[in-house]
């Protein structure tokens, strides 16, 4: 797009009573940014859906004026704008109604060809959660997907971090401008995500910070991606509100269960008994779900060195397992004298620690 067609948007993108998706049926109607502002006030009114409180400020001489400050900005700060009708704005996002008609990115993002995820959770997250986290993305790594999220405290930057380690290209959605960074702390590893990936946001660098920001970025996390990963999640939760907006985009969701007595586990619980998600209990699970080349997958040689980490009861059930194809969950505490209430809690532990799998019919094997 030319310097004078993003002017213009960025102008559209200014007027705070219309969004993404009125400003989208303006465009497409007058065919661009520019046509809708140079557009007679009663032409526009004859638009479906279109009232006079939508556009009573459209005309306003500050939104050029913001425009031409903004335009300022992203032209010194060497950041990319990408109209989203252009080759280069992400192909899924293009067909969720509310994507924003203008994406901001500060990195060297390529998303041709590429899987996409989005790994999503707790602040506070677990240590369990956090293994998990850990082990999903190395287990996904030969599968090279790009890693998206909030860049936030816990699950985020879990996510983002591991994605760093294993040399995956990972994106960042913010909830602000790129000419700052939330939270601080986490300002050190943007060099290494800006080298493989990026950030992507609509906001503008004169935007206010506001609470509110975040539940407007995570369309952005849930639109890019096939598929959104909740590792752990409180009752309520932001990680649940991007649960539901990718599937109202009619992408997958994927959820990992946790113990009913575990608070941060009752979101994630909800999505599954609420079929709003697909059941994770191995990373495996997402290449499946979504047809991944699994012929292609070397599982990594690493996963022997967590047998260190299994305590007593632990070691009991991996032996027994060691020596079975597979075996029921019945049998096992048996042969492991062990109650079958227990056993569940200890296999899930393992599955945790990446030991185990569950089967269908209540089986399990050693992974």
Not at 146 to 161: L, M, N, P
């Amino acid at each position: 797009m030319t310097e004078n067609d993003l002017l213009y948007t960025l102008a559209l993108q200014n007027v705070a009573k219309i969004g993404d998706t009125t400003a989208k049926k303006l465009i497409n109607h007058c065919g661009s940014a520019e046509a809708v502002m140079k557009e007679k006030r009663y032409n526009l009114l004859k638009i479906d859906g279109i009232g006079a409180l939508t556009i009573s400020d459209l005309f306003e001489r500050n939104h050029l004026e913001a425009a031409e400050q903004e335009l300022k900005f992203i032209k010194d700060e060497g950041i990319k704008a990408h109209y989203f009708t252009s080759e280069n704005y992400p192909e899924k996002l293009k067909h969720c109604i509310d994507s924003p008609i203008l994406l901001f990115e500060a990195g060297t993002i390529n998303l041709n060809k590429k899987h996409i995820i989005s790994i999503v959770g707790a602040r506070k997250i677990t240590t369990s959660g956090i293994a998990f986290c850990e082990r999903l993305v190395e287990e996904l790594a030969p599968f090279d997907p790009v890693i998206v999220s909030g860049f936030a405290y816990g699950t985020d930057i879990t996510a983002q971090k591991a994605a760093i380690k294993n040399k995956l290209q990972n994106i960042g959605c913010l909830a602000h401008g790129l000419n700052q960074i939330y939270p601080k702390v986490h300002k050190k590893y943007m060099a290494e995500v800006e080298n493989n990936g990026g950030f992507y946001t609509d906001f503008w660098s004169t935007a206010v910070f506001d609470r509110s920001n975040f539940l407007k970025r995570n369309r952005l996390i849930a639109g890019i991606s096939e598929a959104t990963i909740v590792i752990e999640s409180a009752e309520k939760g932001g990680s649940l509100v991007t649960a539901d907006i990718a599937n109202s985009y009619n992408r997958d969701v994927f959820a990992v269960p946790g113990r009913t007595t575990d608070s941060q586990s009752v979101g994630c619980n909800n999505l599954i008994k609420h079929q709003k998600a697909h059941l994770l209990s191995t990373p495996l699970d997402v290449p499946y779900m979504l047809n991944w080349q699994l012929e292609d997958y070397k599982k990594p040689a690493v996963q022997k060195q967590l047998f260190v980490e299994l305590d007593d009861n632990e070691k009991i059930v991996y032996k027994f397992l060691e020596g079975q194809d597979k075996e029921l969950l019945d049998v096992i505490a048996l042969k492991c004298n062990m109650p079958t209430y227990k056993l569940a809690g200890i296999l899930l532990t393992m599955e945790l620690k990446g030991v185990v799998r569950p089967l269908p019919g209540k089986l399990f094997e050693i992974i």
